[in-house]
């Protein structure tokens, strides 16, 4: 018993500095903005709540951010459900690069993707050069966008698991006399529902809350929650409205984050799986062959061809293709410019911010996973640390933008005045890559063999070398996939950054956007250069992501890991 005091002390001391972090960094921000909001001569109005909700306006944007959501959650599964099969049932060479491939757009950031859709889609794109088609300020742009930038969720998540499905199930119902559809719906997916709801609320959260898309590809007359927060707080500077769009869209996200949780509860104690090395096999037939085609010509229209017009419209200028518009990147504009500096400035500025914003995530996270990753606990501690758990996910369903404001108007007196300093970004930045950096190491921290700590501790080794000796050689390649992901989703945040990030020291995305906002030829060449730079670099971490994640799997299945 006093030993497992100890170790619940010991978990709960790990979790001091991630839970100072999120009250400075995160609640205090957000409670600060709702406040100012909803308060009024010392006394919370809570009438303004339904008041803002019964305007028109308001309504209007609700409705859409709801609808857009469920229409690009059912566009995405139906076009990426194939693909998940695909990658799940079917060996052949280039898999892991086509895994890769329809990877890149979730890592990407929200305004590249935007910017490689106007590319496509908006006035002087490839359609409307093409055959005079023109699809930006539609819902048709921001559906296919979401789905674009989606794909990989549905891919990842539904083909993970049904790679590990025993398909001698479905075969032992064919032979009972069960015709092919038959078998799959009775059989293989029950199995597959509890990754389907899984991969369809992730989609429906990151399209309820999207931001960057909208903002470039929606125009003036569609809205989600997020831009409207936006335009309510930077343009008419009406935090009521603000603050009660907020509460909105944290009580919808919050209650998608709970099915969720369930939802990956049940599929993570409801089956049997086999090792997924046993059940793919080379395609047999034309049947087969064709549905592969459809999915590798899926991929080149949906992923590879904006991504490809997005290069091409920033080598294309009037004098034919060159690298102007990257040479322009070096010069700043004397004529009143966007920027204060050479946009040029913004990639050693988003690649500086974004190393940080990745150490701090890290540091935080990984405390927190560290103390999370022994279940239960006595008592209030162990309700405790389940409920810390669950604010870690919190960020994600909190608007950026909120967050971002908030930090002007809190962090701006001492001992926290921070608005001058140049770490105010990564840490808003950190916010977000600490869920990722939680998510990717507590699978397998849990999966330690707590009988190694004991030894160790039996031996006489402190808590800091047990976790030296231990854990860390046994998680370091979770690590740095971690740190990956944190450096990928920090360098690509916008709806937080756009709102701090000081004019003489933009990031990528902050840059892109205030190009887009400018008109001229130079100022969109600009833009598309500046969105390759950032889409390369991204690319090139996921591509570092998946070579690590491939070691780590071989040296699993060999008994090295």
Known sequence: MRALRTGTAARLALLALPTVFFAVFFAYPVAAIVGRGL??????????????????DIAGVLWFTTWQALASTALTLLIALPGAYVTARYAFPGKKLLRAVVTVPFVLPTVVVGTAFLALLGRGGLLDETWGIRLDTTVWAILIA?????????????GGLWAQLDPRQEEAARVLGAGRFTAWRTVTLPALAPSVASAALMVFLFTFTSFGIVQILGGPGFATLEVEVYRQTA?????????????????????????HARTVRKRETALRLVDPRHTAHRPRGARQWALLGGVLTTV????????????????????????????????????????????????????????AATAIAVVIGGLAAAALARRGGPGGAGRLLRGFDALLMLPLGVSAVTVGFGFLITLDEPPLDLRASWILVPLAQALVGVPFVVRTMLP?????????????????ASPLRVWREVDLPLVRRALLIAAGFAF??????????????????????????????????????????LSTILM??????????????????????????
Request: glycine residues 10%.
């Open 39 to 56: 308060r009024s001569g010392g006394t919370w109005q809570f009438g303004r709540i339904t008041e803002v909700l019964g305007r028109d």
């Open 146 to 158: 979401h789905v674009f930038f989606n794909y990989a969720v549905v891919v990842r998540t539904v």
């Open 235 to 259: 343009h008419l500077l009406d935090l009521r409205t603000a603050a009660v769009l907020t509460l909105v869209q944290f009580a919808a996200v919050g209650a998608v984050l709970a099915v």
């Open 300 to 355: 080149a229209l949906l992923v590879l061809l904006p991504l490809g017009v997005l290069v091409e419209r920033s080598l294309a200028t009037p004098r034919g293709y060159n690298l102007d518009y990257y040479r322009a990147l070096g010069r700043l504009d004397e004529s009143g410019g966007a920027f204060l500096v050479p946009p040029v400035h913004a990639v050693v500025n988003s690649l500086q911010y974004a190393l």
């Open 444 to 460: 397998v921290l849990r999966a330690v063999d707590g009988r190694l700590r004991e030894a160790a501790a039996v031996l006489g």
């Open 488 to 529: 990928a989703v920090s360098l690509g945040e916008f709806g937080a950054t756009v709102f701090i990030a000081r004019p003489d020291e933009p990031t990528l995305p902050v840059a892109v956007a205030r190009l887009l906002g400018r008109p001229g030829e130079l100022n969109y060449g600009q833009a598309m250069a």
């Open 536 to 561: 390369v670099v991204c690319a090139v971490a996921l591509l570092s992501l998946e070579r690590i994640r491939s070691r780590t799997t071989t040296t699993a299945a060999t008994g090295e890991f």
